[in-house]
């Protein structure tokens, strides 16, 4: 069965603490990695696309990676802003879905 | 910025009341999808439909859920006798190719009493 597992469940920081998240998936067939971000009773707000191990995607303070068996989403001196639950989303050759993981629920303290 | 609207922002039903809701996709996308997420709980896929037909469902996209794309910009789910556990958000999203990312509207919460 395909999974996708997020951790930790819930992270908190001090400002400009640096730190990463890890998705880690089996999945029988990997057609693309997404990440998200995801703010209270918002929908899920799209941040980066990965397809292949080895590549690397930036953003402000954010940079995700992939390798075959996992991803991270890494936080450089994130700030209160960045507080957000963050999702990872994969999906499989062959299907149209995405599947999603439960999230990690990042907490940046001023 | 081309952005996913869904319509209402929350509805309240009674328990065995139809409802219907709607999403505007991005313009030029191709695929468009409904999720849903129970409080608390993940994001899960309910179905996507490309080229005017469902191209995948899953397993809580029962006979009483439907969709359609009854003109060139909207789509619609509709649920035609909610339960009590039909109680969520649902969000609607799109996507321009098979592969790509989707982008997500904000979402309609639904309340079933």
């Known amino acids: 069965e395909d999974q996708v597992t997020q951790s930790p469940e819930a992270l908190r920081l001090q400002e400009g603490e640096s730190s990463s998240l890890n998705c880690s998936y089996t999945v029988s067939g990997l057609r693309g990695l997404f990440w998200y971000r995801q703010d209270p009773g918002k929908g899920p707000e799209f941040l980066f696309t990965l397809y292949s191990a080895g590549e690397e995607k930036e953003k402000e303070r954010l940079k995700a990676t992939l390798t075959k068996k996992e991803s991270f989403l890494h936080i450089t001196a994130p700030k209160p802003e960045d507080s957000a639950t963050y999702l990872c989303?994969?999906?499989?050759?062959?299907?149209?879905?995405?599947?999603f993981g439960k999230g990690t629920r990042l907490h940046i303290l001023p | 910025e081309p952005e996913v609207t869904q319509t209402p922002s929350h509805q309240v039903t009674q328990m065995g009341q139809e409802v219907i809701l709607r999403c505007v996709p991005i313009?030029?996308?191709?695929?468009f999808y409904w999720y849903r997420q129970i409080l608390g709980q993940k994001v899960e896929f309910l179905v996507s439909?490309?080229?005017?037909?469902?191209?995948?469902k899953s397993e809580i996209f029962d006979d009483q859920f439907s969709v359609e794309r009854p003109d060139g910009s909207n789509f619609t789910l509709k649920i035609r006798s909610t339960k009590l556990e039909d109680s969520a958000m649902y969000f609607c999203?799109?996507?321009?190719?098979?592969?790509?990312?989707?982008?997500f509207g904000q979402g309609t919460r639904l309340t079933v009493v």
């Open positions: 989303a994969v999906q499989v050759r062959g299907d149209d879905k995405i599947i």
């Open positions: 313009s030029n996308h191709l695929y």
């Open positions: 439909f490309y080229n005017n037909e469902i191209s995948e």
């Open positions: 999203a799109s996507s321009g190719l098979r592969g790509t990312e989707a982008f």
